[in-house]
């Protein structure tokens, strides 16, 4: 879910309460008047450095926990929208964001940045970053739809597979390979397997709810749903192939 207005950022006090024995949580506000680019914050994604990095409307910022530092496409090369809409960290540390238009790197060595588009007119709006056990980036885009961005290659392919719409919100692939997504349509789509070209779509759908998240918790299968009803979970193994499921 996108965060709006206000950034907030938790900072973790270990020591405990003498009185009551719990942990003590302090929050401190940074706005524009701390430094912050823009007040409506996208997302928010950690280095392997331990720094914040900020996405909003208008611009990144790197926060090392006492000043942020501000990356635009006016003043920084290789980012070319302003708009920061989602973040995602490989393995490598590299730091990946979805923009309103294209799909921007941040090399961690290099500490460079650098945009990849597709040779369509139409700008790549990326809502959603996600990786699969191959290193491929799964984009959900709400212009170009689904797809696979190979980091090595540098260069985007479609699934092999067809979905019935171009506005994709959010996308999830599990360690199995199977894949989840939801469209704006407020549709979700779970693929199984991902392998089989021109597999046919069995569906869920959750009516009238907007989706706003796809996980899967460290200690469970199932996948966890966020929407603005209390959280749904879903377990791919209850599944027969080409069913439609309707969850209330």
């Known amino acids: 879910m996108k965060l709006h207005n206000w950034l907030f950022v938790l900072i973790i006090l270990f020591s405990k309460s003498l009185l009551h024995g719990q942990t003590t949580y302090r929050f401190n506000n940074y706005t524009i008047n701390e430094g912050l ?7 928010i994604i950690q280095d392997n450095t331990n720094s914040l990095w900020v996405g909003t409307q208008d611009g990144l910022n790197r926060f ?7 990356f635009n ?32 790197k941040y090399d ?7 945009t990849y588009l597709t040779l369509k007119k139409t700008p790549l709006q990326i809502e959603k970053i996600t990786v699969d056990n191959d290193g491929n980036l799964w984009l959900a885009s709400l212009t170009s739809g689904l797809l696979i961005f190979n980091p090595n290659t540098e260069k985007f392919s479609l699934p092999p597979f067809s979905i019935p719409s171009k506005k994709i919100l959010s996308v999830y692939v599990a360690e199995n390979k199977d894949l989840f997504l939801n469209t704006s349509f407020l549709t979700s ?12 779509l069995p569906f869920f759908v959750l009516k009238e709810h907007l989706i706003y998240s796809l996980s899967i ?19 791919p193994s209850c599944v027969p192939t080409h069913k439609l499921f309707v969850l209330s």
Not at 64 to 70: A, L, T, V, Y
Request: glycine content about 6%.
């Open 64 to 70: 090392d926990g006492k000043s942020f530092e501000i």
């Open 108 to 114: 961690v060595k290099k500490e460079e940045f650098k």
């Open 189 to 200: 789509y779970f693929v199984k397997p991902l392998e089989v070209p021109n597999h046919k």
């Open 217 to 235: 918790p460290f200690v469970s299968s199932e996948l966890n749903i966020s929407n603005d009803l209390p959280s749904n979970l879903f377990n």
């Open 37 to 43: 680019s823009q007040s409506s914050v996208t997302c």
């Open 73 to 104: 496409s006016d003043e920084t090369k290789g980012i070319e929208s302003e708009y920061i809409r989602c973040s995602f960290k490989t393995k490598n540390g590299n730091l990946w964001f979805g923009t309103s238009n294209g799909l921007t």
